[in-house]
């Protein structure tokens, strides 16, 4: 079975930084596009970052702030998210996902970030 475990987030002041993990078991993420969503309550699910599978590209959603968040993968099981200077509108609870070559998509379950003025 494919599984992620989302990990890193906590509390933090506005301006703070946090780097989210998110573990990938049962595949290796080479063939998958990769990304971080978050939602916070009373919205919709937002994209925050994504890689795709094939070229590698990294592509942010449009309510990021430039350069304040950065996506890598780590490794073939591993993907990093730091998020750099944030803002109250940043709290949300976020989670990782893969999609695989047919489409299907894994989420891992999700990890908080609470940001305080």
């Known amino acids: 079975d494919v599984q992620l475990q989302a990990s890193g987030g906590g509390s933090v002041q506005t301006g703070g930084s946090l780097r989210l993990s998110c573990r990938v078991s049962?595949?290796?993420?080479?063939?998958?596009?990769i990304g971080w969503w978050r939602r916070a309550p009373g919205t919709d699910r937002e994209l925050v970052s994504c890689i795709n599978a094939g070229d590698g590209e990294t592509y942010y959603g449009g309510s990021v702030e430039p350069g304040r968040f950065t996506f890598s993968r780590g490794n073939a099981t591993f993907t990093v998210l730091q998020m750099n200077n944030l803002q109250p509108e940043d709290a949300a609870m976020y989670s990782c996902?893969?999609?695989?070559?047919?489409?299907?998509?894994?989420w891992g379950q999700g990890t908080l970030v609470t940001v305080s003025s």
């Open positions: 049962g595949v290796t993420l080479d063939d998958y596009a």
């Open positions: 996902n893969a999609r695989d070559i047919r489409g299907i998509t894994y």
